[in-house]
């Protein structure tokens, strides 16, 4: 084992572990090109001062809590933390071991597969280790809270099991997952997947955290009711209150043993075979797809349509232009544990004008610097110029590509909206009236960020980020976001005073008209200003 081949391999494959920093590293780079920007060493800042950030943070939450009498909520949290950690280190693991690219490189050198395997697993410890920082401190609290100064060393090495309980069983999904998605002719499509369900895993993991952290601090003296213990992870708690009891044997030392068992298997099973599975496998399988790919007659429509969606898988891009338009909604459904919804319930139809405006709000939401329509054509490359020389419409395909674009756009994000409608009881005709406003609003918006990306078309991009970041892309998005937040609260204020005065039913019907004046000046407005000088 070569520790300075290993360190170099570390400093390689850490660049890998999260693409968004590299990018945002390079960017800084292009900013300042006189200084020397290390790329591993920023990473590496970056991760520890994210790890000490949540090592303390979180410690102003708990030190409130005795977790000695509220076992459950102790439980509770481990469980959260310990899910947010395996999802952050499995998609740290997936994007090193298996999206990297940078295997056949290696495949000509005399680098030794376990030299290359550990700088691997080591460069994704940081990923992994952040969202599990917080338990340190937890574990160091319950310890204080059950046995004093004395218990913290063994809080300490219980933080150390779960660190290494987390890694292993993230490994263990990595060869799982990633032997399969290798051997896959849809490889692009599925590591897309993966990378959504991971970051929709931490931002699910994350809000039931804040809820559940909201609800307990509402409680005080008598009223803290404790929540059920968690089967394996009340294991953390019962070594620390009663080691040598039957729980703790079933909750803390049998899966331990688990966690020695699927380490043994890593050693004697995936780690010899890693570097056969993942490039002679997925080379192998490209080659064999490439043979036996057939093509149906679906006429020129559905071969457009098909390409539209295949420029589409990028999870980067895909987890950006779905972030901010479902993180709003989220976030009234946290809000909303806190909300007696049976008077919600009781608004009646009369009431669609606060439904459709938050149907607007939530629309305009979609429309951002990062949406599928913003850069679907820059996402064409060399294509764009391709197409723009056939013999076909070029209008008529922008046209297409647009309405595929925006159909994306909004669907998740619609489906999510109308779903909150649902769960917090409003009735049909409010819920009508918030999705056809979300319908008008993400379309006609879209159009506008349709036509800057039209205006501003890059076609020579490296990074997807690069597309986000065009005529200051993030200070578009953070001063829409204001302006759609302000000017919401005042509509919304205006909306009220009016109903006071002349009744929700006339609000609602004037409120709608209003709104569709102003929509349809905004369609006349894009039509003139792009639709028809595409002609």
Known sequence: MSWSNIWELIKINILYSNPQNLSQIKKRQEKNPGKNITAYKSMLRQQGGLMI?????????????????????????????????????????????????????????????TDLYLAKVVSSLGMGAVFLMPLLSLFILLALRLGGVLLIPLG????????????????????????????????????????????????????????????LTEMTGSQMVDRPLIPYFRGYYDILAHPFALETVYNFYL????????????????????????????????????????????????????????????????????????????????????????????????????????????????????????????????????????PINFKAFLKQKYLVLVSLQMLLPWLVSVGIGFYLGIQLPLILALALGYLLSAFVLNEFMYRRDYRNLVLNWQDITQLFNRGGGQWVAFAFLLAVIFCGGVIIGITVLLTLLMGALATSCLVLLISLFIFAFLQYRINRTFWKQLD
Not at 163 to 174: E, R
Not at 206 to 211: G, H, R
Not at 259 to 267: D, E, G, K, Y
Not at 295 to 322: C, D, E, F, P, W
Request: positive net charge; proline residues 4%.
């Open 156 to 215: 300490i090495l219980l933080f150390i099991v779960a660190l290494a309980s987390c890694l292993t069983l993230a490994l263990t999904l990595n060869h799982l997952i990633g032997g399969l998605v290798v051997r896959s002719s849809r490889r692009k499509l599925f590591s897309t997947i993966l990378m959504i369900l991971t970051t929709v895993g931490i931002m699910g993991s994350l809000f039931y955290f804040l809820a559940s952290n909201n609800k």
């Open 255 to 390: 899966p331990l043993v688990l966690v020695l068992i699927l380490t043994a298997l890593l050693v004697k099973y995936f780690i010899p075979r890693y570097y056969q599975e993942a490039f002679y496998t997925s080379k192998e399988q490209k080659s064999k797809s490439q043979k036996q790919r057939g093509y149906k007659n679906i006429g020129l429509r559905g071969t457009l349509v098909r390409h539209h969606l295949s420029t589409l898988q990028n999870a980067t891009l895909i987890v950006q232009s779905m972030m901010t338009p479902i993180l709003f909604p989220l976030m009234i459904i946290f809000y909303s544990f806190s909300i007696d919804r049976s008077v919600i319930g009781q608004f009646s139809g009369a009431y669609f004008g606060f439904a459709w405006l938050a149907g607007l709000a939530f629309g305009s939401l979609s429309a951002t610097p990062a949406s599928f329509p913003a850069v679907g054509l820059s996402l064409e490359k060399e294509n764009y110029l391709v197409f723009k020389s056939l």
């Open 53 to 113: 950030l949540f090592t303390f943070v979180y410690i102003i939450n708990f030190v409130v809590i005795d977790f000695g009498r509220l076992p459950g909520y102790f439980t509770q949290y481990v469980l959260i933390f310990f899910l947010m950690a395996v999802f952050n280190a499995f998609s740290a693991m997936y994007a090193i071991f298996y999206d990297s690219k940078d295997l056949g490189l290696y495949a000509p050198l005399p680098i030794k597969n």
